[in-house]
Each structure stands twice: as C-alpha cells, then as structure tokens.
C-alpha cells in the first residue's frame, strides 16, 4: 500500500480557486502515472484529471477540463490540481492516487491512494 498525503482542500465561494497538493513517499511515487479522483456523499468515484509523470502528459474529465490543471514535480514526488472557476457540484472528497491505465478517466481504477482532503464550494 502506498503512502499518499492530500492537503489544500477547503471551504470557496462559487468562482473561486484552490490549489491541492499530493506528497507521495519516495516508493509510493509512480514513474508511470499519477492522478486525481473524487467522490461526493451518494454518487460514484470520479476520475478528474491524470498525469504521465514521465512526458507529462495530462487527461481530465469532461466536468473540470478547462477549469482543473493537474501538475507534478518529480524532484519532489508531489502532484498538485489547480482548481479555478469552481462550482457547487465540485464540492467532494479529493484523492490523490495512481492509476492502473492513465489515459482511461472515465472508468478510471485505481492502485492505491490516500485519505483525502474535503473541497466545499458554496453557492
């Protein structure tokens, strides 16, 4: 099982920002690929938004693209999503994760991930 730590999470107005940050331990890291999924009280786990660590290549769902940046810095095993314009319906659990198949998000699955950080966003 991996070590994962989310944190940035919080409470926004409708429109705003925030950024989250996912620190990996040195084996939990993947060189293949990292991610980001969320669940909200009731509804399905959704993968938002995927990363090759390698070429840096970037997949997101079609609810957040536009609007959510995933990034990483290898050097410090860490992903971050920048979050912009959010909205009442982003408003869920955030967890950081390594995905079996980067490029699948919509029927993304996932390794292992951590424990999450809450994302409020008020109307």
């Known amino acids: 099982q991996g070590q994962l730590q989310e944190s940035g999470g919080g409470t926004v107005q409708a429109g705003g920002s925030l950024r989250l940050s996912c620190v990996a331990s040195?084996?939990?890291?993947?060189?293949?690929?990292m991610g980001w999924f969320r669940q909200a009280p009731g509804k399905e786990r959704e993968g938002v938004a995927h990363?090759?660590?390698?070429?840096?290549?970037?997949w997101y769902a079609s609810s957040v693209e536009g609007r959510f940046t995933i990034s990483r810095d290898n050097a410090k095993n860490t992903v971050y999503l920048q979050m912009d314009n959010l909205k009442p319906q982003d408003t869920a659990m955030y967890y950081c994760?390594?995905?079996?198949?980067?490029?699948?998000?919509?029927?993304?699955?996932?390794?292992?991930w951590g424990q999450g950080t809450q994302v409020t966003v008020s109307s």
């Open positions: 990363i090759y660590t390698g070429s840096g290549q970037e």
């Open positions: 994760g390594v995905p079996e198949h980067c490029s699948r998000i919509a029927t993304a699955t996932y390794e292992y």
């Open positions: 040195k084996n939990s890291y993947s060189d293949y690929c």
